[in-house]
């Protein structure tokens, strides 16, 4: 089963996930560490732990989630996923981070493209990957049905939906891809989203004003 730690990182206050196996062995998930102590705080982590990083895999490639991603592929050279879906909204990081007058002066390379339906694999351990979009337009959810939990970044929110307001966003698009892949999901599943604290798939069901 995979262990779940997470860091709140930069303006935006960001979940960063870090999913590792009983080797030791992990993935980063939207690294959005921004400052030099935030990328400190987590190499340190990850040293103080005795973790071994395998690969960085976004849910998507909102500016917030991918500040650290260089960071991280320098420091451990490992590769950078996302969905193909995602590609644009990723070209775009640069000018979006002037917009928000912030810093992004070298665009995060993705390595490779993780399709919807794909098993990843660390170690014995697996996750599958759900495309989920309407709050970007290649927002992908990784379910790890032995720890009954979901990672779906900025999709589903306790209480909340993500937002659909930017570019390649679409409000029905995002209702319809959480009733269809996050809501089929057993109700005790913990969601883990990109901001905010978690929650399940049964309170959501029951109390999400957008969803009910
Ligand atoms: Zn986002």
Known sequence: MLNVHFFTFNAFSENTYII???????????????????IAEFISFIDK?????????NTHAHLDHIFGVNALKKQYNI?????????PVLSRGVETAAMFGMRLTELPVADYYIPHGQTLQLGDD????????GHSPGSISFYHAAGNWVLSGDVLFQGSIGRT????????????????????????????????PA?????EKK?????S
């Open 49 to 57: 732990q005795g973790l071994v990083p395998k690969g960085i895999i």
């Open 79 to 87: 590769p950078f996923g996302i969905h193909s879906l995602e590609q």
């Open 199 to 203: 929650t399940t798939v049964g309170h």
């Open 126 to 133: 697996i996750v599958e990957v759900l495309l989920t979009p």
């Open 20 to 38: 590792s196996n009983h080797k030791n062995e992990c993935w980063v998930v939207d690294p959005g560490m921004y400052e030099q102590r935030e």
């Open 165 to 196: 307001d930017l570019p390649g966003g679409d409000f029905d698009t995002l209702i319809a891809a959480i009733k269809t892949h996050i809501f089929a999901l057993p109700d005790h599943t913990k969601v883990l989203s990109g901001h905010g």
């Open 207 to 211: 109390y999400n004003p957008f969803l």
